[in-house]
């Protein structure tokens, strides 16, 4: 992208402004169409079988019962789905594994956790399929189980997978484990800057599942035609990759599958993954009819992506100025019942917001009696960080220096070289410190019990394939098809606002809409705070390709060569006054008559999106502690962070809310609760408590802009930091509020009491 | 399955008494629906009571306020009259889900639920609220704490209906409050509930009191110790630690998703102690 | 058991459909009037998506019968906007970027709406309580909070 101008250099017209987004009046009113929308004639619906039991030997399966109910169509079980050999793919931030997938989407030998499926009817009606599910006559063998990732890891632990041996050890361990898998970064001599600290700091840190929260259940819809093709709507974060891994699963032609993203009624990670799509093929498959499927909220919670639960252990060691001499983490991650947690990535950005000379991060992969674990906005970071920046915390005030100051002191920066390998390029985090320290918020008195934390986060954000596809219409306007599916945060509206800027006409005669597998090239999954970034450079590329087009047909009009002719402020101009006098040339002017010059104007990119650039957060929060209950409320809170180019600033702000949102909840009260057998007791929004609006002040917001130098208008992802720092700021802040320290999540009243009392009595 | 709306007490109760066992009362739905979705039950026949013109009222006779079992709580929280007098069963209402589930959601079906848990139960009976109860066999009337024994069960006999809800005269002086304990403002079971109702005198001494907890046992506990505690005294801090004491003795909680023994146990002293000042001060201003 | 045929009024059309007995209000308009605008979260009255008003009362439509709306009035977003014009918390919601995926607006707007019809000049607090039955994901809740701030004062005039 380097022959690209640079957009500081212009005049923006709209990058920058708050257009009404261009799928908003759908979702205003009830017209946006979501995955449980979708109906297709005659359509069967599908239920899902699960597992009661934690870890069981499935000895056999009698769906005769089923069958003969009056409306039962099919009934798919293991016998349906072929064997999958070990194969590794990408799907969105973490890597999955066929064999482990097929058995995810339907178990085969074992049951691995509450809510794993075992069979799926298609019927009539919803009614008859939840009844059909009921006669279905399965015989477990109980075994016993482990959802704990401690106990999971000692030897004597129940074992998931007679056959794993751990990955990533030399030499490799002689006896299967649930550690699936051992990574390990490291840079420098952490003995030696261990000794050259003046304290030294370890603690032990534990989190609990928690789940994505999506408002919207799981849904698709899938017709299966008697020449083989398949027809696909779901709710997905990425429709390319479900269909490669439904492809995969079933032995189709990737070419016999065509699948249309539904609007997403939110996704934060979990929406990568397949669950009911493959179902839903082989139902509509065995009955001939197409088949619709749509998660219950139970299933949700019991069978679908919460992100890891953990145990990690941080040991940093610091000068009496501050200054970190070595830093070491041991994370274990709870994978849930496949390998594949998010430890690597978690193992990597845990103490990158930091230049520190030496490091060794050792992060476990451990197989435990839970739902598969999915990604969750930043995966893995928020987990690994709270420990980190809860350490740092009680260093600046062992040595009095200023929690903001002791992170500027430490701070990566331009040129940093990262321990997991790449010098970190222009980047935001100082910017963002140093913006926080002169936010009035940092100023603010406090009452009694109140108290203030502050803390910081980074992620990584990613490119990927990506293409796009730019027609101009006949009367100027321009509709793009984009790949990457708008996960919520105004996708639609920021590739319109980017293409309207090149062709220098208003956001809103760019329409936007996300293609589905047949009308576009393979784009990767919406994560990794990639939308924005991959899809905007390649709607970018493919404006300018169109704006190239649009020039050429200019000088073909007016006779003269195509370097005589500019583009700006959406006309064709002559490039001076030696070309000649024309009068410019609109982009209708150009299109109207293309027929006539050549035929229609189009642009198109297929790319492989590089240079994301790394994003920084600062956040600082207010609490209040009722010291008789323990209950913790959240009184004030500032998200800053460096966003590159914001596009859209009110929906960058909204990416802030809701994320750091979703990290008080995270903080505070959500958490997987489970009996003695393994099963899950909070399957609901009763019990599983994401915060209501009563619970949460206003989030204010500072946009740092920090432009990525690798993209044309200097777009950061900007998604996943915000909910990376409020599980520490908080935990800072109770600190600072009544004198506690909380190390395990959630901060939840019965904990935060129990440490007053312990405090009190001089524990 | 069979659905019924009689317009009469005596149409519901004969429908119900001859259902077997096999019917259930529908008034907001806000637990029945989500117990048929869980196929907790099964009826084969619900028997919707929100047509019966006498549980519907909310209306003070004669100085007492009668409220039938299927006003919604919205209808309870919008009744100015009974907010006056009531504030702390309106507490206890304003608890119960959200706008939309107190939208459908009845006093008398917060009772017959019998959650321990129920909010608007330890107000009902630290008011002093009797059910008034129709059945096959005729009306009788029964104090609010007798309704529910046990999670899911109640007293009532097959064919029998809270019909409506007697509070006792407002004493002059006297307040009411309800708190719970949730880890949220709001859409939240309880942890632990508690219910005040006092009288003072013109001194500000103490003179009648009723105490009640919810979500700390396996019912709704009628504490007279912790209202002992009260009486004769002007709520000062030695009062306060004793009444504390005593909400915390009669607690026989269990520990579950929703909360440990230790912290129901706990944070029950602490809410009698602030639900007894919130119920003073509304004496105070009469 | 023969499926129930109930008229009702919705959106001010009197409409008549059958149902099961066990049918909810969501499942009638979703499935079998195909009003989808109303969505489920949960089915269990705790995330407030499936929010519509009957008889003037808001209510999750996840938790009645669909045998209860007999002869009563309905409304849902569907019908929130006038004609062509939106409604102003509508329009507030997109002028405020007030929604990101858009499964809750449909419910939130509905609860909005019910709040400043009985409350027409609401404090933070006031609308955070109120629409505390209606979970969102995306925002933080923070521009939602402002944007019916902001049509309450359009409709009142200021």
């Known amino acids: 992208m380097a022959t690209m101008l640079k957009y500081e250099d212009r005049d923006l017209k709209v990058v920058g402004t708050r257009p009404i987004r261009p799928d908003g009046v759908d979702k205003v009113t009830g017209r946006a169409r979501y995955g449980a929308d979708i109906n297709l004639p005659g359509h069967l619906y599908g239920r899902v079988l699960r597992s009661p039991h934690a870890h069981a030997r499935l000895i056999s399966i009698d769906c005769s019962a089923a069958l003969a109910l009056p409306g039962v169509k099919a009934v798919v079980t293991r016998d349906d789905f072929p064997e999958m050999p070990v194969e590794y793919a990408a799907a969105g931030e973490l890597i999955v594994n066929f064999r482990d997938v097929t058995r995810n989407m339907m178990a085969r030998e074992k049951v691995f956790y509450d809510g794993h499926p075992v069979a799926a009817v298609a019927a009539t009606s919803d009614a008859v399929a939840r009844k059909a599910v009921r006669l279905i006559e399965v015989v477990y063998a109980p075994l016993p189980h482990v959802i704990d990732v401690v106990e999971a890891m000692r030897e004597d632990a129940p074992l998931l997978h007679e056959d794993q041996i751990t990955a990533g050890v030399e030499p490799p361990p002689e006896t299967p484990s649930n550690v699936a898998k051992r990574v390990r970064f490291a840079k420098g001599d952490v003995a030696a800057g261990f000794a050259q600290a003046d304290l030294v700091i370890e603690r032990e840190f534990d989190t609990k599942p928690v789940h994505q929260g999506y408002i919207e259940p799981q849904a698709s819809i899938a017709s299966y035609t008697e020449d083989g093709q398949v027809e696909l709507w779901t709710a997905t974060q990425g429709h390319f990759v479900i269909r490669a891994q439904c492809a995969k699963l079933l032995r189709m032609d990737i070419s016999k599958i065509r699948v249309t993203p539904t609007e997403l009624g939110g996704g934060f990670g979990g929406k990568n993954n397949v669950y009911l799509e493959p179902l839903a093929i082989m139902l509509s498959r065995k009955s001939n009819r197409p088949v619709k499927m749509v998660m219950s909220r139970e299933d949700v919670f019991r069978a679908t992506g919460p992100t890891s639960g953990a145990h990690t252990r941080i040991r940093i060691g610091c000068t009496r100025d501050g200054r970190i001499t070595a830093a070491e983490a041991q994370l274990d991650f709870q994978a849930g019942a496949f390998a594949g947690s998010s430890v690597p990535m978690a193992s990597m950005c845990v103490f990158t917001r930091y230049d520190i000379d030496n490091v060794e991060v050792v992060g476990n992969d451990v197989t435990v009696n839970r739902p598969k674990v999915a990604a969750y906005r930043a995966p893995g970071a928020p987990i690994a960080v709270f420990g980190v920046e809860s350490i740092l915390d009680e260093m600046a005030r062992e040595f009095d220096i200023d929690p903001i100051e002791i992170r500027l002191r430490n701070a990566a920066k331009e040129g940093t070289k990262t321990y997991y390998g790449p010098v970190l390029g222009p980047i935001g985090y100082e910017a963002t410190l140093e913006k926080a320290r002169s936010h009035p918020h940092m100023k603010a008195p406090l009452g009694p019990n109140q108290g203030r934390g502050i803390a910081t986060g980074f992620w990584f954000n990613i490119g990927n394939e990506t293409t796009a596809s730019l027609n101009v219409n006949e009367d100027g306007t321009a509709t793009l098809m984009m790949g990457t599916v708008d996960v919520a945060g105004g996708s639609r509206a920021a590739m319109a606002m980017m293409v309207a800027e090149e062709l220098g006409v208003a956001a809103e005669k760019v329409r936007v809409l996300v293609g589905d597998t047949s009308s576009l090239g393979f784009n990767f999954v919406t994560a990794g705070s990639r939308g924005t970034f991959a899809s905007g450079m390649a709607s970018v590329i493919a404006a300018r390709q169109a704006i190239d087009k649009l020039r050429e047909r200019a000088a073909r009009i007016w006779e003269v060569p195509v370097d005589g002719v500019l583009w700006e402020g959406g006309h064709a101009r002559p490039a001076s006054s030696n070309v000649g006098e024309f009068e410019p040339m609109s982009i209708g002017d150009i299109a109207r008559v293309a027929g006539k010059t050549g035929g229609p104007i189009a642009g198109h990119a297929e790319i492989n999106a590089q240079g994301a650039g790394p994003g920084f957060g600062t956040h600082i929060v207010d609490v209040e502690v009722d010291t008789r209950t323990g209950l913790v409320k959240v009184i004030r809170y500032t998200v800053v962070q460096d966003t590159g180019k914001a596009i859209h600033p009110a929906y960058v702000e909204g990416q802030f809310q809701g994320g750091a949102v979703q990290g008080i909840g995270w903080a505070l009260n959500e958490e997987y609760i489970y009996d003695k057998d393994g099963r899950l007791q909070n399957p609901g929004f009763l019990d599983y408590r994401v915060p209501v609006a009563s619970d949460v002040p206003f989030i204010d917001t500072e946009i740092v802009e920090v432009p990525n130098p690798n993209h044309p208008y200097g777009v950061r992802g900007i998604g996943e930091v915000p909910i990376i720092p409020p599980m520490a700021a908080i935990s800072n802040a109770i600190h600072d509020a009544v004198g506690i320290r909380l190390r395990e999540q959630p901060m939840s009243p019965p904990k935060v009491l129990e440490a007053l009392r312990a405090r009190e009595a001089g524990l | ?286 | 058991m023969a499926r129930h045929h109930v008229t009702t009024r919705i959106n001010g059309d009197e409409i008549d459909f059958l149902c099961e007995t066990d049918q909810t209000l969501l499942s009638v308009l979703r499935d079998e009037l195909t009003m989808t605008g109303t969505k489920e979260g949960c089915g269990t009255g705790d995330c407030g998506a499936c929010s519509v008003m009957v008889e003037g009362r808001l209510v999750c439509s996840c938790l009645m019968l669909g045998v209860e709306v007999r002869g009563k009035s309905v409304d849902t977003i569907e019908g929130m906007a006038d004609g062509e014009t939106l409604h102003p918390l509508q329009r507030k919601f997109l002028e405020h970027a007030a929604l990101q995926c858009g499964i809750c607006t449909p419910g939130l707007l509905i609860a909005a709406r019910a709040l400043l019809a009985v409350n027409p000049d609401p404090t933070e607090s006031e609308i955070r309580y109120w629409i505390a039955g209606n979970l969102c994901r995306c925002t933080g809740y923070h521009k939602i909070v402002e944007a019916v701030r902001d049509a309450a004062a359009e409709m009142r005039g200021v």
């Open chain 2, 1 to 286: 399955m069979r659905y019924e709306a009689p317009e009469t007490l005596e149409v519901a109760t004969a429908l119900l008494a001859g259902a077997g066992g096999g019917a259930r009362v529908l008034a907001g739905g806000t637990d029945l629906l989500i117990q048929m979705r869980g196929d907790i039950v099964a009826p084969d026949l619900v028997v919707d009571i929100k047509n019966i013109a006498e549980m519907r009222v909310l209306a003070e006779e004669g100085g007492h306020y009668r409220l039938g079992a299927a006003v919604t709580g919205m209808e309870v929280m919008e009744h100015a009259g009974f907010n006056a007098a009531w504030p702390g069963v309106v507490d206890g209402v304003r608890l119960i889900g959200s706008i939309q589930v107190r939208g459908r959601a009845t006093v008398g079906g917060n009772l017959c639920n019998a959650s321990p848990a129920a909010d608007s139960v330890p107000a009902l009976i630290a008011a002093g609220a009797v059910a008034c109860i129709a059945g096959p066999g005729g009306r009788r009337e029964a104090p609010v704490e007798e309704i529910a024994t046990g999670p899911g069960a109640t007293s009532l006999a097959e064919g029998e209906i809270v019909v409506s809800f007697l509070f006792p005269e407002r004493a002059p002086r006297s307040g009411d409050c309800y708190l719970r304990f949730t880890p949220r403002t709001e859409m939240d079971i309880a942890v632990v509930g508690a219910g005040v109702c006092l009288a003072l005198d013109g001194s500000g001494v103490c003179t009648a009191a009723r105490v009640a907890l919810g979500a700390v046992a396996a019912r709704a506990l009628v504490v007279e110790d912790a209202a002992r505690a009260l009486i004769g005294s002007r709520l000062e801090a030695a009062a306060l630690e004793r009444l504390s004491a005593a909400a915390r003795a009669a607690c026989r909680p269990i520990d579950d998703k929703r909360g440990t023994i230790a912290f129901r146990t706990e944070v029950a002293g602490v809410l009698a102690e602030r639900a007894a000042l919130v119920a003073a001060e509304r004496a105070e201003r009469g």
